[in-house]
C-alpha cells in the first residue's frame, strides 16, 4: 500500500496548456505540502494544507493553485503552463506535531512535469 | 541565500571508501533531519536529531549534530552502490506551521 501516493507520474504538455496534478496519503495525517524541485535538485517548498486549510502560501504564481477537498487528498492545478515550469513536484504529508522534531514529512514518488 | 548549505554538492567514490558530507548554516537549530532520495522517488527520512553534540548511528551511517546546533554531518563507512542517492538535510520548522526547510543537497555516487 502506497502511503503517498500521487498522479501521473510523467506528464508531458505544451506551453499555454493547464494541467492538474493529483494527490492522496493514506496515512491518516493532517497536513499535506507541495514542493517543487528544479533540474539542480533543490527542494523548495510551494504550498502547505492543514485539515483542508492552507497555512503556507509561498511565492509562487497564481497560476499555481492548490486545493483540498479533504484531509487526505491536496490536488494541484496549474494554468498557463510556461517552460519554466518544467520540474519535478512532489506531494508530502505530515502530522502536525508542537514538537519539531516530530514532524516527520513522508513524501509522494513525485510527477516530472515537462513543458514543451 | 541559502539557510542551509551542503558540501561537497557533489561526490562520487569508491565502492569500500568512507566519506562524510555536511550540512552548515549561520542560524541555530532545535533539530536538524536527514533525508535521502533516491533517483525516481521522494526523500525519505533517514535520522532527526535534537541535542547539541548528539551523534546517531544507523548501521554504516553516522549522524552527528554539531555542539552549536548550526550544522551536521553524515559520515558513511564502507561506502556500498547502495548508498548512491541525492542526501538532503532539513530544518523541521520554526512554528506550528511546520514548514520544513530543505538544504542545498549532496549528490553521491558509489562506484562498484
Known amino acids: 500500500d502506497t502511503a503517498v501516493s500521487q498522479t501521473p507520474k510523467y506528464l508531458v504538455t505544451q506551453m499555454g496548456n493547464d494541467k492538474s496534478i493529483k494527490c492522496e496519503q493514506n496515512?491518516?495525517?493532517?497536513?499535506m505540502y507541495w514542493y517543487k524541485q528544479d533540474s539542480k535538485k533543490f527542494l523548495k517548498i510551494m504550498f502547505s494544507?492543514?485539515?483542508?486549510?492552507?497555512?503556507i502560501n509561498e511565492t509562487v504564481p497564481n497560476r499555481f493553485s492548490p486545493k483540498s477537498p479533504d484531509k487526505a487528498h491536496l490536488n494541484l492545478h496549474i494554468n498557463s503552463l510556461e517552460l519554466g515550469d518544467s520540474a519535478v513536484y512532489f506531494c508530502?504529508?505530515?502530522?502536525?506535531?508542537?514538537?519539531?522534531?516530530?514532524?516527520?514529512?513522508?513524501f509522494g514518488a513525485g510527477t516530472r512535469l515537462s513543458v514543451l | 541565500t541559502q539557510l542551509l548549505e551542503q558540501s561537497p554538492q557533489f561526490l562520487s567514490i569508491q565502492e569500500g571508501e568512507n566519506l562524510t558530507v555536511y550540512c552548515n548554516s549561520s542560524?541555530?537549530?532545535?533539530?536538524l533531519q536527514w533525508y535521502r532520495q533516491e533517483p525516481g522517488e521522494g526523500p525519505v527520512l533517514l535520522v532527526t536529531?535534537?541535542?547539541?553534540?548528539e551523534v546517531k548511528k544507523l548501521k554504516r551511517l553516522t549522524f552527528q549534530f554539531g555542539d552549536a546546533r548550526k550544522d551536521s554531518s553524515l559520515h558513511i563507512t564502507a561506502a556500498q552502490p547502495g548508498d548512491t542517492g541525492l542526501y538532503l538535510c532539513?530544518?523541521?520548522?520554526?512554528?506550528?506551521?511546520?514548514?520544513?526547510?530543505f538544504g542545498s543537497g549532496t549528490r553521491l555516487s558509489i562506484r562498484p
Open positions: 494544507y492543514n485539515n483542508k486549510e492552507l497555512i
Open positions: 508530502a504529508s505530515s502530522q502536525r506535531n508542537i514538537r519539531e522534531a516530530k514532524n516527520i514529512q513522508y
Open positions: 542560524s541555530v537549530f532545535s533539530s
Open positions: 532539513a530544518s523541521p520548522g520554526y512554528s506550528s506551521a511546520s514548514k520544513i526547510i
Open positions: 536529531v535534537v541535542t547539541g553534540g
Open positions: 496515512l491518516g495525517h493532517d497536513t
